[in-house]
């Protein structure tokens, strides 16, 4: 359990980092959004591709952590 919770804040924390970069850029909410999920699902599977399978196809709440990073601070941004 633990694990998972840190796993989540992990993707949020590196969707964020994407919105940032997405939001600095000038991009509209569709671009932030892609650029959050790539930023978030790029980062750690960067790191350990090797030894996992793709866990955000087999699980949609990591989707779900995404979106909803992105939908929040790009409305509390604008």
Do not use: E, K, N
């Amino acid at each position: 359990m633990l694990l998972q919770v840190l796993d989540f804040t992990g993707f949020s924390v590196f969707a964020l980092s994407g919105v940032v970069a997405a939001g600095r850029a000038g991009l509209d909410r569709l671009g932030v959004v892609v650029i959050a999920s790539g930023t978030s699902v790029g980062g750690p599977c960067a790191t350990c591709c090797a030894w996992y399978p793709v866990f955000w196809g087999q699980d949609a709440r990591y989707v779900y952590v995404i979106l909803a990073a992105a939908v929040i601070v790009t409305c509390c941004v604008s």
